[in-house]
């Protein structure tokens, strides 16, 4: 969860939330991300995310620094947008009741903040969180995953386990629209707004024993420490690149920088990777970094069905991590 500088809005518009939907978009691409629920209120957003490979600092520097950027110069602003570090709950996701927990917490963010009307209670309306796609299987990105969510209540993602999963949370939207909602709720909120881990006692002080077991190795959270798992991540990915393109390092050093083998190849860990255009350049001996972007961009909007077919053997393999 991350909120506005200063609490102001991240998003002025609808236009906004489109641009920031996309970038998630592209940094689940990158980073292999799984999204299980998320909304967009006015001046903060919620993700249950899971992250199968261990880039959750690296894929966060890059989702909120990119939108920053994006936003700033929609708005011809600067500085600042987003209030400091995100808060990351650890949540427990075994058992099912917290992770439905958490993810219906952030689906009804809009009824607590009166964004929907509890008259009708249509959770459904409220176009920028991920409930509405839970019933729209054809409207889901690739990067929404539903079926931990739903599996937590004992559903299915078919037309029964969707009928179901909206008379559960139509009962929710009614239970807050109530006075005397169930208190047992709103505890369970207030844990999530301030804790550090929702789970039971065993998850708790597994995650307590895991911490202590790090005392004193607090280095390998450092930014270089940080630096060096991306780039490792990004070397595996290189590799075979390389070898889908049929080429070798010695080859691929004697190459023009413009050439279409390195272009696919910057195409590949600019999508897939989060290391910056500066590595990216130098190991693959492309000149500036500041020129980097125009490789990738040429192969994205390339016509040429040589390069669209190596475009689309690289994206292969990356199939199994996306």
């Known amino acids: 969860m991350s909120r506005g500088n200063r609490g102001d809005a991240i998003f002025l518009d609808d236009k906004d939330r489109e641009r920031f939907i996309d970038t998630l978009d592209e940094a689940c691409t990158k980073t292999g991300w799984l999204v299980h629920a998320f909304v967009l209120m006015g001046n903060h957003y919620h993700l249950l995310l899971e992250t199968p490979e261990a880039n959750l600092v690296a894929g966060m520097k890059w989702l909120q620094g990119t939108y920053t950027q994006r936003f700033n110069a929609r708005h011809k602003l600067w500085g600042h947008l987003l209030q400091g570090r995100y808060k990351a709950l650890l949540v427990d996701g075994a058992g099912g009741e917290y992770f439905s927990t958490v993810a219906s917490y952030i689906h009804l963010n809009p009824v607590r903040a009166k964004r929907v009307d509890l008259k009708d209670e249509n959770l459904a309306d409220y176009r920028w969180s991920s409930y509405p796609l839970y019933s729209r299987p054809s409207k889901r990105p690739d990067w929404l995953s539903v079926d931990r969510a739903l599996g937590a209540l004992g559903l299915s993602d078919d037309r029964s386990g969707r009928g179901q999963f909206r008379r559960v949370m139509q009962k929710r939207v009614l239970e807050i ?8 709720v709103d505890a ?18 597994e995650m307590l024993e895991r911490i202590e077991s790090l005392s004193g190795k607090r280095e390998s959270f450092s930014g270089e420490q940080v630096r060096l798992h991306d780039a490792n991540e990004a070397e595996v990915l290189l590799q075979k690149g390389l070898c889908v393109l049929g080429l070798n390092e010695e080859g691929l050093l004697t190459m023009p920088k413009g050439a279409d083998e390195k272009a696919l190849l910057a195409w590949l860990l600019r999508r897939h990777s989060v290391v910056s ?39 292969e393999i990356t199939r199994l991590r996306d």
């Open 177 to 184: 629209a109530c006075s005397d909602a169930p208190r047992d």
């Open 188 to 205: 369970q909120w207030a844990k999530i707004r301030r804790g550090w881990c929702f789970g039971g006692e065993d998850f708790r002080q």
């Open 277 to 315: 255009n500066g590595w990216i350049a130098e190991r693959l001996a492309m000149g500036r970094a500041d020129c980097l972007s125009r490789y990738p961009r040429r192969i994205e909007q390339a016509n040429d069905v040589r390069l669209i077919e190596k475009r689309e053997q690289l994206r």
